[in-house]
């Protein structure tokens, strides 16, 4: 069974461009979530999707968007990249919104802004 | 207040003994608890989930959960080398529309010592 896939694994990106990050969820789970990981602040939720919605968001300026697909896969978008940027972007996916069983990440992105 | 505490360690712990790794959550109302283990360089993995008050076990690992105190804790018994690691405490306040995400602390990095 295929596990959580997101590309690119790796991008330089210079400051004020955007960047569209690429998810695919497990086969059969519907709930997508991103997440930034750098390490002073460590895990911080961006948003999550289920069915096409989003279900939560986190505290991040509007520069920061997402999206699902009908067939689970989820796209983030950075816009006007500052340098701060700069971190690991992980997405997890589970069967459904809410679920016990927790989430499955994915390898992650390494975002780079110079 | 974070909304989830963990010490972030360096943790050292013999080979073959306890390790015990502890979580505290700012939200009484937080239903679901999560632990994830994070090697340098990889993403977490899921090692257990805990809902009810008292202990869960898995193998070498006992999840324990005291809501009165608002507190979770992870043994690791007859620790590993390979237990050397990140560990991540995440807290689902509820499965309602918006309270499904994952908030996680910033994880205690554990050194098992041979």
């Known amino acids: 069974k295929a596990g959580v896939t997101q590309t690119p694994r790796y991008l330089i990106k210079t400051r004020g461009q955007q960047v569209t990050l690429s998810c695919s969820p497990i086969s059969g789970h519907r709930s997508v979530s991103w997440y930034q990981q750098t390490p002073g602040q460590g895990l911080q939720f961006l948003f999550e999707?289920?069915?096409?919605?989003?279900?939560n968001k986190g505290n991040f300026p509007g520069r920061f968007s997402g999206r699902q697909f009908s067939n689970s896969r989820s796209e983030m978008n950075v816009s006007t990249l500052e340098l701060g940027d700069s971190a690991l972007y992980l997405c997890a996916s589970s069967p459904w919104t809410g679920s016990n069983y927790g989430y499955t990440f994915g390898s992650g992105t390494r975002l780079t802004v110079v | 207040q974070k909304e989830v505490e963990q010490n972030s360690g360096p943790l050292s712990v013999p080979e073959g003994a306890i390790a015990s790794l502890n979580c505290t959550y700012s939200d009484r109302g937080s239903q679901s608890f999560f632990w994830y283990r994070q090697y340098s360089g990889k993403s977490p993995e899921l090692i257990m989930f805990?809902?009810?008050?008292g202990d869960k076990e898995d193998g070498r690992f006992t999840a324990q959960l005291n809501k009165a105190s608002q507190y979770v804790s992870l043994l690791i018994r007859d620790s590993q080398p390979s237990d050397s690691a990140t560990y991540l405490c995440?807290?689902?306040?509820?499965?309602?529309?918006?309270?499904?995400?994952?908030?996680f602390g910033t994880g205690t990095r554990l050194t098992i010592i041979p």
């Open positions: 999707y289920f069915s096409e919605t989003q279900r």
């Open positions: 805990i809902y009810s008050n």
């Open positions: 995440a807290v689902r306040k509820g499965s309602n529309f918006g309270n499904e995400k994952l908030t």
